[in-house]
T-cell receptor, first 109, second 114 residues
Framework: SQELEQSPQSLIVQEGKNLTINCTSSKTLYGLYWYKQKYGEGLIFLMMLQKGGEEKSHEKITAKLDEKKQQSSLHITASQPSHAGIYLCGADGGNQFYFGTGTSLTVIP | GAGVSQSPSNKVTEKGKDVELRCDPISGHTALYWYRQSLGQGLEFLIYFQGNSAPDKSGLPSDRFSAERTGGSVSTLTIQRTQQEDSAVYLC????????????FGSGTRLTVV
């Protein structure tokens, strides 16, 4: 099976600060998804990366998939309280779909 | 069990056939969700069960889709007269709280309609 390890598990930042969340896979990633879950709500799809070296942005959130396709990073620039929530990476492993361990983000105004 | 269990993990079916997908949530989790993940797209909410309340079926894409949850535990998602566009990974999740933090997802059932 495929394992996705996210780091850090929990992050508390001051509003306006930049931050990075990492997702490391035990196997080559053929499709890496980033989701955000706001407290009390369902998952929100952020973006999907497929190609090694690919980088995508959505508003102030940028995600990259490394060349070896085993790690992805999610970077938030100038964080806002609206960025708070749980960030999950997900991977399409062929027959299965795997989720990362999750990163809880708190943004202090 | 220790996690959310889904079966089968992989299902290939002929167009027009009915399929049943099973989700066994974590014991004690009162909330259960079904999602669909199509290639390159985000998770699509299908249906939500909370305890003994009437389920929220607002995400079911057509009347060919239905779901049951027996005894507040195991859930079955049924797709009748499958179409090729039904091909996707179907994910189940469960949590303790009512529409609260989704803590645990199953590993999904990959459905391929040929």
């Amino acid at each position: 099976s495929q394992e996705l390890e996210q780091s850090p598990q929990s992050l508390i930042v001051q509003e306006g600060k930049n931050l990075t969340i990492n997702c490391t896979s035990s196997k080559t990633l053929y499709g890496l998804y980033w989701y955000k879950q706001k407290y009390g709500e369902g998952l929100i799809f952020l973006m999907m990366l497929q190609k090694g070296g690919e980088e995508k942005s959505h508003e102030k959130i940028t995600a990259k998939l490394d060349e070896k396709k085993q790690q992805s990073s999610l970077h938030i620039t100038a964080s806002q309280p609206s960025h708070a929530g749980i960030y999950l990476c997900g991977a399409d492993g062929g027959n299965q779909f795997y989720f990362g361990t999750g990163t809880s983000l708190t943004v202090i105004p | 069990g220790a996690g959310v269990s889904q079966s089968p993990s992989n299902k290939v079916t002929e167009k027009g056939k009915d399929v049943e997908l099973r989700c066994d949530p974590i014991s004690g989790h009162t909330a259960l969700y079904w999602y669909r993940q199509s290639l390159g797209q985000g998770l699509e909410f299908l249906i939500y069960f909370q305890g003994n309340s009437a389920p929220d079926k607002s995400g079911l894409p057509s009347d060919r889709f239905s779901a049951e949850r027996t005894g507040g535990s195991v859930s079955t998602l049924t797709i009748q007269r499958t179409q090729q566009e039904d091909s996707a990974v179907y994910l189940c999740a469960s949590s303790l709280a009512d529409r609260g933090l989704i803590k645990t997802f199953g590993s999904g059932t990959r459905l391929t309609v040929v």
